[in-house]
């Protein structure tokens, strides 16, 4: 199986900072037709998880731009920038390419 | 609106079976994938299991392979996993999801396989 290692496991941030989250796979996470299908996902607490980002870069309806997502092959990278309240949560990385799709641990965003 | 309405959950022994149904409006259900997606206690997500839009291809975790089934009855708009020689590991909160990306998900429903 496609093992998908995020770090860090917290990031302890400011509210207004720019947020990083690492997302590397076991093996090349592209598909044999040329896609590359590595998504984002934010659960919030006590709610059901959100589609942000798929197609490594390309951000679901109303996900605000300062989210960015970029990588390729195996290392793929979420950028938030300008953290908000509402962007607290855990975040995955989530892998569609090799079955059976996996996601990552998730990445806890807090507040410091 | 999208909407996905999971029901079904709750308390089961170990080696029992549960049906999970997902009713899905706001969309044309049959022109979509669905996959369930789960969620153990404070833990991270897994998919579980996928089925194409006409329900002719499915697939699943290599742990749940032989143990559950996803259906879907387009007439209805409704999506079903059907869990068979339940495990005490598969107790977590299931969420049904549209796919291709799980663009929309559903509030969730809690399964807990004791004894």
């Known amino acids: 199986d496609v093992v998908l290692t995020q770090t860090p496991v917290a990031q302890p941030v400011t509210l207004g900072d720019q947020a990083s989250i690492s997302c590397r796979s076991s093996q090349s996470l592209v598909h044999s037709n040329g896609n590359t299908y590595l998504e984002w996902y934010l659960q919030k607490p006590g709610q059901s998880p959100q589609l942000l980002i798929y197609k490594v870069s390309n951000r679901f309806s109303g996900v605000p731009d300062r989210f960015i997502g970029s990588g390729s092959g195996s290392d793929f990278t979420l950028k938030i920038s300008r953290v908000e309240p509402e962007d607290l949560g855990v975040y995955y990385c989530f892998q569609a390419t090799h079955d059976p799709y996996t996601f990552g641990a998730g990445t806890k965003l807090e507040l410091k | 609106e999208v909407q996905l309405v999971e029901s079904g959950g709750g308390l089961v022994q170990p080696g029992r079976s549960l049906k999970l149904s997902c009713a899905a409006s706001g969309f044309t259900f049959s022109n979509y994938y669905m996959a369930w997606v789960r969620q153990a206690p404070t833990k991270g997500l897994e998919w579980v299991a996928s089925?194409?839009?006409?329900?002719?291809?499915?697939y699943y975790r290599d742990s749940v392979k032989g143990r559950f089934t996803i259906s879907r009855d387009n007439a209805k708009s409704t999506l079903y996993l059907q869990m068979d020689s339940l495990r005490s590991e598969d107790t977590a909160t299931y969420y049904c999801t549209r796919t291709l990306y799980f663009d929309y998900w559903g509030q969730g429903v809690m399964v807990t396989v004791s004894s």
């Open positions: 089925i194409t839009n006409s329900g002719g291809s499915t």
